[in-house]
């Protein structure tokens, strides 16, 4: 593990499009979450598993030129010194959220702020293209992922039961929120 001194977050160029998996690595599975939604309101409990797993995600094969110099969306990469440890990628949803439509930092590097840094520089854009906050979905059982984005402010607004019926592994999906707080959007307004 690494401290964040050093980490550059820099916006996706044509020179870094040949590494921009090279973040994706395994992640490991220690349980999941079982949500409840009671007078309007989500909470959740978590469920260890015995034996924990690991997974990798696929390589996203994409055109990842169309994310280079658009308003609509935007890849940043976290990079310390020349290699790129971490990306967030965000497109400018119809509900006037950031959708993360995916969010990655390397083994080595997790645990260390590469992460909340990534979350930050989204934040910034985010609000820069006049959006309210920030929102992503990820399954019930990627326990460690949900903890991350509680830590970083994020709520659960939902569950969809039927988004992974193709997926005999994945129970739910849950869609976590982030939503700036009306001062920092005044502050953002009129500075």
């Known amino acids: 593990m690494k401290d964040n001194v ?5 916006p996706l160029e044509n020179q870094f499009i040949n590494i921009i998996n090279d973040t994706n690595e395994s992640f490991l599975i220690i349980g999941k979450i079982l949500p409840e939604f009671s007078d309007g309101v989500w909470s959740y409990e978590e469920e260890l598993y ?21 308003s609509e969306k935007i890849v940043l990469l976290a990079f310390h010194e020349d290699t790129c440890i971490g ?19 390397k083994k080595d590097f997790r645990k260390s702020g590469v992460g909340h840094l990534l979350l930050e520089a989204a934040e910034t854009w985010a ?11 990820a399954q019930n ?13 994020f ?16 129970d739910l999906t849950l869609y976590w929120y982030k939503i700036f707080s009306e001062t920092e959007g005044t502050a953002d307004a009129q500075g």
Do not use: M
């Open 87 to 105: 990306q967030i990628r965000l497109v400018k949803d119809w509900n006037r959220f950031a959708y993360i439509e995916n969010i990655a930092v």
């Open 155 to 170: 709520v659960l607004g939902g569950v969809d039961t039927l988004k992974q019926s193709a997926n005999p592994n994945i």
């Open 127 to 137: 609000k820069g293209q006049s959006l309210i906050g920030l929102s992503l979905e």
């Open 50 to 70: 015995d034996t924990p797993s690991e997974i990798r995600f696929p390589d996203d094969k994409l055109d990842w030129s169309a994310y280079i110099d658009s």
């Open 6 to 10: 050093g980490i550059i977050i820099k």
């Open 141 to 153: 059982d990627n326990l460690i992922a949900c903890r991350f984005y509680v830590k970083e402010g």
